[in-house]
C-alpha cells in the first residue's frame, strides 16, 4: 500500500508540473562526444591488445535538444537536491519547465545516500527535479517501486543536504567553502540501523578522505556447470553474484593534476581499507597516472599501481577523443 500511494503521489506530482509541455519545439542542436582507447603496453607485454580484446571503444554519446526536450544516450546532467545515480551511456528523455523543473525518464537509474553504500536497484525509472534557490529537491520512482528523495539548502557559509531512499537508509550532509578549502561532513543510518560516515578535505591539488559505508557488496564470478535437474543433466549459465560484507573504512589521500613538463601532468593516489570491495583489495593501494598531451584531442596515460595482492601493475594508452 505504502509503495502504491508513493507511486500515485509521483504521477500526481509529473501531471501537476510539466502537464502543460508544449509539443512541436524548434530543434536547435546536437551534440556528439566519443572515444577510443588502445593498450600499447602493460604487465602482459608490448601490444596486449593484439591478443586480447583490442582497442577500447567506448560508443559516442548523442544528445538532442529541442526547445525544453533534450535525449541522448548518455547519462545526462546529475539533478540538484540528492543523490540521484545515473549509469552512465543508458540514455533518457528530459523535459525541462523554465522557473518550475524537469522531469527525466531514465533507462537505468538508482538513488545513493551520499555515497555511504545504501543504494537502490538500478532499474528504468522517472527522475524530479526543482530548485528554488536556496532550496533545491528532487526524487526518483523506478520500475521496481523503489525510490528516492533529496534536497540541499544553501545557507551561504555552507550547504546543507538529506536523503532518504527506499531501503531504510537516510543521510545528512554538510558541505562548507573557503577560498582555501572545501569540508564535508556526512553522517546516515540504513534500515538495519548501521551507521556511516565520511569527512572530506579538499585544498587545490590535496584531497584527503575518510569513510566508513554500511555493508560492503561485492561480485564473484560464477562459472556454468552441470546439474542434475528432476533426472535431466543441465548445463548452468555463468553469473556474477553479489556477496554481501562488513561495513569498509577506507582513508584516501589524492595529489592531482601536478605539472611535470608543459604538456604532461601527474596524478597519486594513496587508498587504504580494511576489507576488500568492487573497487580495491583490503590493504594499501598507491597509484601513479601520469596525463601527455600528444596533440589536440590525443593523450597518452600511464599508470603504475602497487596493490595489496597483484602487486605492481602498469599500463600505457594512447586515447583519441572526439
Known amino acids: 500500500m505504502k509503495k502504491g500511494l508513493i507511486g500515485i503521489m509521483v504521477l500526481a506530482c509529473v501531471a501537476l508540473i510539466f502537464g502543460t509541455a508544449l509539443a512541436n519545439q524548434t530543434f536547435w542542436s546536437i551534440d556528439v562526444s566519443g572515444s577510443v582507447e588502445w593498450t600499447i603496453l602493460n604487465q602482459d607485454g608490448l601490444m596486449p591488445g593484439v591478443d586480447g580484446a ?16 533534450e535525449a541522448g544516450t548518455g547519462a545526462g546532467t546529475t539533478a540538484p537536491g540528492g543523490d540521484v545515480d545515473v549509469a552512465s551511456g543508458s540514455g533518457y528523455i528530459k523535459y525541462t519547465k523554465a522557473n518550475i523543473g524537469s522531469i527525466t525518464l531514465n533507462n537505468e537509474v538508482s538513488y545513493d545516500i551520499f555515497g555511504l553504500g545504501a543504494n537502490i536497484t538500478a532499474a528504468q525509472g522517472i527522475t524530479l527535479a526543482t530548485e528554488v534557490v536556496p532550496l533545491s529537491l ?14 540541499t539548502y544553501d545557507v ?38 548501521q551507521n556511516a560516515y565520511g569527512v572530506g ?45 562488513g561495513p569498509v573504512a577506507k582513508l584516501t589521500a589524492e595529489v592531482a593534476d601536478i605539472p611535470l613538463t608543459e604538456s604532461t601532468k601527474l596524478t597519486i593516489e594513496v ?7 568492487i573497487n580495491y583489495a583490503a590493504g594499501t593501494t598507491i597509484t601513479a597516472t601520469t596525463v601527455t598531451a ?14 595489496p595482492v597483484t602487486g605492481i601493475e602498469y599500463s600505457s594508452k594512447i586515447g583519441v577523443t572526439f
Do not use: H, R
Open 54 to 69: 583490442g582497442p577500447a571503444l567506448v560508443i559516442p554519446e548523442l544528445t538532442i535538444t529541442a526547445g525544453p526536450w
Open 138 to 151: 528532487n526524487a526518483v520512482y523506478t520500475t521496481n517501486s523503489e525510490y528516492g528523495l533529496g534536497a
Open 156 to 193: 551561504g557559509v555552507a550547504t546543507l543536504g538529506a536523503a532518504y531512499n527506499s531501503t531504510g537508509a537516510w543521510a545528512g550532509q554538510l558541505v562548507t567553502s573557503t577560498d582555501l578549502m572545501t569540508i564535508t561532513l556526512t553522517s546516515g543510518v540504513n534500515g538495519a540501523a
Open 201 to 245: 578535505l579538499a585544498a587545490g591539488v590535496i584531497s584527503l578522505g575518510y569513510d566508513v559505508t554500511f555493508d560492503s557488496v561485492t561480485t564473484e564470478a560464477v562459472d556454468a556447470v552441470w546439474e542434475d535437474v528432476a533426472g535431466v543433466w543441465t548445463k548452468t549459465t555463468d553469473y556474477v553474484a553479489e556477496v554481501l560484507g
Open 271 to 277: 587508498v587504504n581499507q580494511d576489507i576488500a570491495d
Open 294 to 307: 600528444l596533440a589536440d584531442a590525443i593523450d597518452l596515460t600511464t599508470v603504475i599501481a602497487s596493490k
